[in-house]
Every structure is written in structure tokens, then in C-alpha cells.
């Protein structure tokens, strides 16, 4: 049995590969800044069907985001080590899994708009980071946690469309009291601010939504994209709930600034599995 999983800081959907047969499942999201081993071993444990096949794994690839360092992809291998004792594990930055699940048999750039946001370029064989990814608080340009940020300001400020005001103060029962705690006391901020996309994508007929998701997007690819040399040469994929769901304004943003769109993928995990099961599956066994 080999498996397969791509993590978000939100979700984490792995796929079971025996023989012929392909089995998926789904975990919480798995991020080494904010996750220890206990916490990501325990959620595997807790998903008790995909544990339960654990001691006849052979073979395990996980791609998270915050594995961007030796010591972080260090506490996700103890992790599933704790998992899956029979398998050799080999651990990765999630830009990795984008890189591989959209790779067409040219370069190109690929870029994750998902909670965070981040870019890189693949020519089937290195991938390559022009600029660091900031995260929630920096940077994050274009992603989940970046569009909750605006909206939670601007609903305190008293400067958001009533509709989309009302929709957010009936569903979450905001107060400024409840977002600071949120925001400032309680962990995994980013995950909360992302959670209010599936308000803010209710409303994406709003000008004031378009016109903030095509401003993020632009300053994403000014940022993330625009930094690579030659970048109009290359397809950019985009991998992501945020660029699947606004891909009319991810290609107007993209237009304006001459980047030629190549796929856009709400979910890489099936993709990644073709990937590993075509190129790399070999040299590991």
C-alpha cells in the first residue's frame, strides 16, 4: 500500500493507492508552525478507517504547507512515523504537490491560493521559490486568511456592503469582542479569517467582492508571479478553492498584467497521485 495526502493549514485529503484500487480520505490540515507531532498523529489516529489499513502502508509522501525547513519537515515525519511504522516516509513543502499536480510536460509557474497563498516555478525536474511566503500576517496575498482580514475590518469599520454585513452578523454572531479573541488569543488565526470565504463567496456578485478579490489577486501576482524573470513565457497554474471558484477574475487580474493562465485546480490530490504513480513510484520502491 502506498499513500498519498496534500495539507492545507484547513484540510488535509489523502488518498489510500492498493494495486488498482484508490481509496481517499480526509484529516484536519496539518501546518508544523502550528502543529506538534502529538496533534497530527493524533488526527490520523482519530480518522479510524485510514488507520486502520496503517500497519500495511509500505510507502507515505505528504506535502504540507509550512514544511518550508529541514526541522519542520522534521515534526511531520516523527508524526507519521508515530502512523505508519512500516513505511518509508518522505515529507514535503505543499508548493511541492502544487508543482507536481499541475505540471504538463512544460515550465512553468505554479501558485497555491488556498488559506495562504505562495508561488514557484517547476521545469520537471527543480522547484524553484523566487520570494519567500510571508504568511497570514505579512503576506499571504490573495488567499482566504488575506480577503477574512478586509472583510472582518471593514464589517468593524461599518464599511461593507448591508447585505454582506447582515450575512456575517447573522451566521457568526460577530462582535468585536469575538473576533479580537479569535484573532488575537486563540490559535490558528489564519484558518478563522480564511473560514469567512464561504460568506464572502456567497456574495462574489457584489462589486465591492469583485472588486477586492481582482485587487488581491492582482497584488498576488505583482508579488508572487511577476518576481520570476521572463514570467510571461510561462503557463501559471493555480491551485486552490479561491482561484477555482473567482477564475473569471483570476484571468481578468491576470490579463492586466500580461500572465498567460495555464490550469486552475480546486483540488491537487488526484493529479498528485497521477504524478507520483507515473514518475516517481518507481525509483522509491
Not at 79 to 99: E, S, T
Not at 154 to 162: G, I, V
Request: glycine letters at 6%.
Amino acid at each position: 500500500m502506498i499513500v498519498i495526502a496534500d495539507s492545507g493549514s484547513t484540510k488535509c485529503d489523502w488518498v489510500v493507492v492498493d494495486g488498482e484500487k484508490r481509496t481517499e480520505y480526509s484529516t484536519m490540515g496539518f501546518n508544523p508552525f502550528f502543529h506538534n507531532e502529538e496533534i497530527i498523529s493524533n488526527a490520523i489516529k482519530n480518522n479510524t478507517e485510514l488507520y486502520s489499513c496503517s500497519s500495511k502502508v509500505k510507502l507515505v509522501f505528504l506535502y504540507s504547507a509550512g514544511c518550508s525547513s529541514r526541522d519542520l519537515k522534521a515534526i511531520v515525519e516523527r508524526a507519521l512515523k508515530m502512523c505508519f511504522p512500516n513505511a518509508n516516509i518522505y515529507v514535503d513543502h505543499d508548493l511541492v504537490a502544487a508543482a507536481f499536480a499541475t505540471y504538463d510536460g512544460t515550465p512553468g509557474i505554479s501558485c497555491i491560493m488556498g488559506t495562504g497563498s505562495n508561488s514557484c516555478y517547476f521545469d520537471g525536474d527543480i522547484v524553484k521559490e523566487q520570494v519567500p511566503a510571508l504568511g497570514y500576517i505579512l503576506g499571504d496575498e490573495g488567499s482566504g486568511s488575506y480577503y477574512g482580514k478586509k472583510v472582518l475590518s471593514k464589517f468593524l469599520y461599518n464599511q461593507l456592503p448591508p447585505e454582506l454585513h447582515k450575512d456575517l452578523e447573522t451566521k457568526f454572531k460577530l462582535t468585536k469582542d469575538s473576533i479580537f479573541q479569535n484573532v488575537y488569543m486563540k490559535p490558528h488565526a489564519n484558518v478563522y479569517l480564511a473560514s469567512f470565504m464561504k460568506v464572502i463567496s456567497d456574495h462574489k456578485d457584489l462589486e465591492f467582492v469583485q472588486q477586492m478579490v481582482f485587487d488581491g489577486t492582482v497584488d498576488f501576482l505583482k508579488n508572487h508571479v511577476c518576481c520570476f524573470p521572463n514570467y510571461q513565457k510561462y503557463p501559471v497554474h493555480f491551485i486552490g478553492s479561491i482561484a477555482f471558484f473567482h477564475e473569471g477574475i483570476v484571468r481578468k487580474a491576470a490579463e492586466s498584467l500580461n500572465v498567460r493562465i495555464g490550469n486552475i485546480i480546486q483540488k491537487p490530490i488526484h493529479a498528485l497521485v497521477d504524478y507520483h504513480l507515473t514518475h516517481l513510484i518507481k525509483q522509491k520502491v
